[in-house]
C-alpha cells in the first residue's frame, strides 16, 4: 500500500484571479522569472493564492535556491487564511522533514485543516497516517472513513488504499469483491499498485475465479510502468509456466529488472534461479 502522496506541485485546477492565472501559465512554461515577479507582487497584497504560490517555487526550487524555511512561511502565510493546498503542503514537509523536525503529529494537524475543506490528497494521506499509526494511535476504521472520503472524490491512491482494507479485512468485513471494484477504479486511471493487486486477485482466485491469464494481463499493465512488484510476480508466472510456457531465461530476466529496480524479493528469486543453474 502507498503510504502517503507526497506532491508539492502547483495545483492548476482551482479558479484563480486572471493576474494569478498569469503567474501559474508561466510557471507552466517554466518561466519562473516572471511567475516569481507576479507571485510577489500579490503576495505584498496578502493574496493568499500567491503566497501559495511562492511556497511552490521555493519548496521546489522553481527559479530561486531551495528554500524549505521560505516555503513554511509562505505556506503559513496562505494557511493562515485558509488556503487549502498550502496547509496541505504544510503538512507534507512535516512529514517527510523538509527543512524542519520530522513531526507526524504536526503532520496530522495540517493534513486535517484541508482535510475537512474537501482537500482529496489530504484526506488521503490522514487516511494513511491512521492506517500505520504515524503520529496517532493505529486506527482502520479511521483509515477507512478518510479513504472513502477522498476515494469518492476519485482519487486513485484513496480507492486502491481502500481496496486494500477490504481485500485484508482491516476496519471492514473482508470483501474481495469490494476490493476489486475500488481496485478496477484506481487500475483504469492508471495507478500501478492496483493493477498489480489485481493480478494477485486473479492468479489467488480471490473472490473471482483464478484466472493466471488476467493475472498477467494486470501485471504487464503495472510492469509497463515500473512497476517491480509486478516484474517480480511476471516472473514467477514464467518460473512456473502459470497461463505461460515455462521459461526460466524469461523469468530470471524479470527478476533481475526487479532487483534493479529496489525489489527485494526480486533479488531473493533471481539469486535462487541462479544458484539452481539457469
Known amino acids: 500500500m502507498k503510504k502517503l502522496i507526497v506532491s508539492l506541485g502547483l495545483a492548476l485546477t482551482l479558479s ?10 508561466a510557471a507552466n512554461k517554466g518561466d519562473y522569472k516572471t511567475a516569481l515577479t507576479v507571485f510577489e507582487e500579490l503576495a505584498s497584497k ?15 526550487g522553481y527559479g530561486v535556491k531551495q528554500d524549505y524555511k521560505k ?32 513531526d507526524y503529529k504536526k503532520a496530522i494537524e495540517w493534513y486535517e485543516k484541508a482535510a475537512v475543506q474537501g482537500h482529496a490528497m489530504a484526506q488521503s494521506n490522514l487516511g494513511s497516517m491512521y492506517n500505520f499509526g504515524h503520529g496517532v494511535k493505529q486506527d482502520y476504521f479511521k483509515a477507512k472513513e478518510w479513504f ?13 488504499n481502500l481496496g486494500v482494507l477490504y481485500a485484508k479485512g482491516l476496519g471492514v468485513k473482508q470483501d474481495y469483491k ?36 488476467k493475472a498477467k494481463e494486470w501485471y504487464e499493465k503495472a510492469a509497463a510502468q ?39 524479493k526480486g533479488c531473493d528469486n533471481y539469486k535462487l534461479l541462479n544458484e539452481q543453474g539457469f
Open 16 to 25: 484563480f484571479g486572471s493576474t494569478f492565472d498569469e503567474g501559474v501559465e
Open 148 to 160: 472513502e472520503k477522498a476515494a469518492a472524490q476519485g482519487l486513485s491512491a484513496a480507492q486502491h
Open 71 to 102: 516555503a513554511i512561511e509562505w505556506y503559513k502565510k496562505a494557511a493562515v487564511q485558509g488556503n487549502a493546498n498550502a496547509q496541505y503542503n504544510i503538512g507534507n514537509i512535516y512529514y517527510n522533514g523538509n527543512g524542519v523536525k520530522q
Open 226 to 264: 515500473g512497476n517491480f512488484s509486478a516484474d517480480n510476480n511476471l516472473g514467477v508466472l514464467y518460473q512456473y509456466g502459470y497461463g505461460v510456457k515455462q521459461n526460466y531465461k524469461k523469468a530470471k530476466d524479470l527478476f533481475g529488472k526487479a532487483c534493479d529496480g529496489g525489489y527485494q
Open 178 to 213: 469490494k476490493a476489486i471494484e475500488l481496485y478496477e477504479k484506481a487500475a483504469a486511471q492508471g495507478y500501478t499498485d492496483a493493477q498489480n493487486n489485481l493480478g494477485n486477485i486473479y492468479i489467488n482466485g480471490h473472490g473471482v475465479k483464478q484466472d493466471y491469464l
Open 46 to 60: 496578502n493574496d493568499a493564492d500567491a503566497q501559495y504560490g511562492l511556497g511552490v517555487l521555493y519548496n521546489n
